[in-house]
């Protein structure tokens, strides 16, 4: 099964969203296998967001990143990469779709809510970043038989 990182920025937190986004993935039948809330800093933040340092407005969305801690989160589940990142919607709040986080929670591109891994590459490594082995369990789904057919697993 796959595992993805999901972020919950500090806009979520502050708005009050940390419990509807965590109810959002329970409810579609992911697993979380690891969560903590955490102060993310400069270093972490160039790395994490390489692709866009150089950019005009990197400085803001760090920035805005760092403006309390945040939820990092570990989801497991068959294609939980592309579930996840799926239920997360566009980057832009308003053109995200209704029905996803983003779409239902953000009028904004910066300020949207969650990050999620887009590829199960970048999974491996993103969860590499946030999280050391002994912060991810990977315990028994008693329920795992209700989620996934036999042949399915
Ligand atoms: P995503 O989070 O959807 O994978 P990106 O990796 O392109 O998107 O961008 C990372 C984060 O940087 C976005 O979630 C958003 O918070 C912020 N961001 C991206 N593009 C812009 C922009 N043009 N203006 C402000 N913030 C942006």
Not at 40 to 51: K, S
Not at 65 to 80: E, L
Not at 100 to 125: C, L, P, Y
Request: hydrophobic fraction near 40%.
């Amino acid at each position: 099964m796959e595992k993805t990182l999901v972020i919950i920025k500090p806009g979520a937190i502050q708005r009050g969203f940390i419990g509807e986004v965590i109810h959002r993935f329970e409810r579609k039948g992911l697993q979380l296998c690891g969560i903590k809330m955490m102060q993310l800093t400069d270093e972490i933040l160039v790395e994490h967001y390489a692709h866009l340092v150089q950019r005009p407005f990197f400085k803001r969305i760090k920035d805005s990143m760092m403006i309390t801690p945040v939820i990092v989160c570990c989801w497991k589940g068959i294609d939980a990469v592309h579930i996840v990142h799926e239920m997360a919607g566009k980057t832009n709040g308003r053109e995200a779709s209704i029905g996803t986080i983003r779409g239902d929670f953000s009028v904004s591109v910066q300020e949207n809510i969650i990050h999620t891994s887009d590829t199960v590459e970048n999974a491996k490594a993103e969860l590499d970043r946030f999280f050391n082995e002994k912060e991810i369990f990977d315990f028994d789904q008693h329920n795992i038989n209700f989620l996934y057919a036999n042949d399915e697993i």
